[in-house]
């Protein structure tokens, strides 16, 4: 079975600092990784996918296969950061995504 | 084509309608999903066309829910004698085969 696990709800840090949204993974095999972020009142929208391995707005996410891990990160967070995080997991050519509940990050000024 | 559209963005109807939304995915995308999403939850998977046909359901779409992508470009998602339980967000995504899904504004469904 296919699960995924945000185990913040909420994540306060102050503009500058580092953050680090968490995702762990339930899956046997190697399944294909994302985040998703919502800012407010906008629509739900791609931030990465582990295996473009790119930089994003300046975040970063590394699959950890041996931890069923892919943990968000960003070295200086901004104010317009501010958003809800969605990390999903997709089989290899499957169509369903199955997300986590998400992680609500807010970057005080 | 700015994107996936979703009609209509809001629904309030009484238990026991039915009601009707539609999806236009991104033109050239060839997999549609529906999602529902409820409130401090993530998107739950209902169902995905491959061009016309449907090739997976979820057992969270019961026989109340049918889905229809008649020519493989816009879908139409039903619910039969709505519950007050089906108080929701329906997401529509669009991709093309292996590549992320591009979602859709929602449709907010209500059920008094």
């Known amino acids: 079975a296919q699960r995924v696990t945000q185990p913040e709800k909420l994540l306060s840090v102050f503009k500058g600092a580092p953050v680090e949204l968490k995702c762990n993974y339930s899956?046997?095999?190697?399944?294909?990784l994302f985040w998703y972020v919502q800012y407010s009142r906008q629509r739900l929208q791609l931030l990465l996918r582990?295996?473009s391995r790119e930089s994003i707005k300046g975040f970063t996410a590394d699959l950890n296969k041996g931890e069923t891990s892919f943990h968000l990160k960003k070295p200086f967070a901004q104010e317009e950061d501010s958003a809800m995080y969605y990390c999903a997991l997709k089989a290899p050519n499957a169509g369903k995504s199955t997300f986590g509940d998400g992680t609500t990050l807010t970057v005080k000024p | 084509d700015t994107g996936v559209s979703q009609n209509p963005r809001h629904k309030i109807t009484k238990r026991g309608q039915n009601v009707t939304f539609r999806c236009d995915p991104i033109s050239e995308h060839n997999r549609l999903y529906w999602y529902r999403q409820t409130l401090g939850q993530g998107p739950e998977f209902l169902t995905y066309?491959?061009?016309?046909?449907?090739?997976?359901k979820s057992r969270l779409l019961s026989d109340r829910f049918s889905a229809e992508r008649p020519k493989g470009s816009f879908s139409t998602l039903e619910i039969q004698r709505t519950e007050q339980g089906d108080s929701a967000m329906y997401l529509c995504?669009?991709?093309?085969?292996?590549?992320?899904?591009?979602f859709g504004p929602g449709t907010r469904l209500t059920v008094t």
């Open positions: 582990h295996i």
């Open positions: 899956y046997s095999g190697s399944p294909e």
């Open positions: 995504a669009s991709s093309l085969s292996g590549q992320a899904a591009y």
């Open positions: 066309f491959q061009n016309e046909a449907q090739l997976e």
